[in-house]
């Protein structure tokens, strides 16, 4: 029989995802508060476990990255296997994990990717699609599960647009990190693209690539669950605001700052979602 201190363990942990979802994205935090109590703290560990690992990659400099994250993925696997873990994040994640049945394929697919950007900066057609697939497609994918709360027809009919808004996040990101990554971490996510020489017509063309994974994953969200429909859509509010600026600026501004969507654009946006579900419009 489960020990009832258990449960205090439990809620720690998840509260500590929580704080990771704030301190580190206002975008996907503020989504998540407008999903049904229940949906929260298991999206919170998700966010948890995947900011962390792309922290070892990402940030960790003057540290063993490989050996960091070769640790990362034994412990998280350590985790699911026996039910428990001292680190909260593996701790409210394999409890994630087990509640939703998430595949340990997507695990390994996001893990993968994670260990990808350990030694590649340039990226070719195959890498670049496994690379979206495996740190974006997958995590849409691990959400879904909770928000479809282990109905897999429902989970398989919207599998497709989950992968659909995972990859455009992710493509947006890379869009608006494009300085920091290739001048501070030397990579080239985009295949085919010279930074060195990047033109309007090469922006546009990712920028198309985009808004059709936008509109697929459009299709999707409204046909969402009642309880993960609203955080989903301001999320998707956020970064579809954050495309347009994108879309607006030019190629050569860029390269030279990171674009923002401001903090009271973002506040308006979230009252808008919120007048839209109170008018049933979503």
Do not use: W
């Amino acid at each position: 029989m489960r020990h009832p201190q258990m449960n205090l363990y439990d809620q720690t942990c998840f509260e500590c995802c929580k704080v990771i979802t704030e301190k580190y994205s206002t975008s996907f935090s503020s989504g998540i508060k407008a999903f049904a109590d229940r949906l929260r703290y298991p999206v919170y560990a998700i966010y948890g476990f995947v900011r962390y690992a792309d922290e070892i990659v990402d940030t960790f400099h003057g540290y063993n990255k490989a050996g960091l994250i070769a640790d990362f993925k034994k412990d998280t696997y350590a985790a699911i296997q026996q039910k428990i873990s001292l680190n909260p994040v593996l701790h409210a994640f394999q409890h994630t994990v087990s509640q939703y049945h998430i595949d340990l394929e997507l695990i390994e697919a996001f893990l993968r990717s994670m260990e990808m950007d350990l030694n590649n900066k340039v990226y070719d057609e195959t890498n670049y699609k496994n690379y979206i697939y495996g740190s974006a497609e997958v995590v849409g994918m691990m959400c879904l599960r909770v928000f479809c709360e282990n109905d897999e027809p429902l989970y398989q009919s919207l599998l497709p647009m989950a992968r659909s808004l995972g990859s455009a996040f992710q493509k947006i990101n890379f869009l608006r990190d494009v300085k920091s990554d290739f001048e501070e971490r030397g990579r080239t996510y985009f295949p085919g693209i010279d930074f060195e020489n990047f033109t309007q017509q090469d922006k546009r063309t990712i920028e198309n690539d985009i808004q059709a994974d936008l509109d697929e994953a459009y299709k999707g969200i409204i046909l969402l669950p009642h309880g993960a429909r609203l955080g989903v859509y301001i999320a998707y509010k956020y970064y579809l605001q954050l495309f347009k600026k994108i879309t607006a600026t030019s190629a050569n501004v860029i390269l030279q700052q990171r674009i923002r969507v401001s903090g009271g654009r973002k506040r308006a946006l979230y009252c808008n979602a919120l007048l839209k579900r109170k008018l049933r419009i979503i």
